[in-house]
T-cell receptor, first 115, second 112 residues
């Protein structure tokens, strides 16, 4: 398996622009997570899905952020409008749910810079 | 709520030195415990895990024992290598939701 795939790997944009980050989870995994990593705040869970349904979005910083999972093999995280403080590395992770605390597998991340 | 506390870094060691990275947790139940590692420019990957008290997780020479009495899960390695330089994250999780609660991460730098 190719693992969790994220695109783009790097994104540079200007303040006010819309940014869309993409994630393809590992095939067969039914949980998908979006994280943000910054030096100041460390690793933060933004939102997670189970069977394509958002379960907990309490970590989404504000209404400028939205996430969708239209099918089991694709998810997007959108920021509109973007701001310089959104600059961070965004990770997607997936796991196979069940009673045995399955491992989360992380993608390589998208490094976002908002100027 | 649940939380994970790690020792602050960076931890700087010479090659072949002994490594300990402390991790303690606060939890209402009996979570599983994990160590994830993040190499430069990459995503996190699971290093080891333990699912119940007194379990020992091990991988690539690293070990950690789930200590319920001290609510700890310290990471150890007997002889570090330059290639072990990375950021290490301690985390906990319960069955439901597979959500992970991460510590702040500890950067390890190993010098030749």
């Amino acid at each position: 398996d190719a693992g969790v795939i994220q695109s783009p790997r790097h994104e540079v944009t200007e303040m006010g622009q819309e940014v869309t980050l993409r994630c393809k989870p590992i095939s067969g995994h039914d949980y998908l997570f979006w994280y943000r990593q910054t030096m100041m705040r460390g690793l933060e869970l933004l939102i997670y899905f189970n069977n394509n349904v958002p379960i907990d979005d309490s970590g989404m910083p504000e209404d400028r952020f939205s996430a969708k999972m239209p099918n089991a093999s694709f998810s997007t995280l959108k920021i509109q409008p973007s701001e310089p403080r959104d600059s961070a590395v965004y990770f997607c992770a997936s796991s196979l749910g069940g009673a045995t605390q399955e491992t989360q597998y992380f993608g390589p991340g998208t490094r976002l810079l908002v100027l | 709520g649940d939380s994970v506390t790690q020792m602050e870094g960076p931890v700087t060691l010479s090659e072949e030195a002994f490594l300990t990275i402390n991790c303690t947790y606060t939890a209402t139940g009996y979570p599983s415990l994990f160590w994830y590692v993040q190499y430069p420019g990459e995503g996190l990957q699971l290093l080891l895990k333990a699912t119940k008290a007194d379990d020992k997780g091990s991988n690539k020479g690293f070990e950690a024992t789930y200590r319920k009495e001290t609510t700890s899960f310290h990471l150890e390695k007997g002889s570090v290598q330059v290639s072990d330089s990375a950021v290490y994250f301690c985390a906990l999780s319960y069955n439901a939701g597979n959500m992970l609660t991460f510590g702040g991460g500890t950067r390890l730098m190993v010098k030749p």
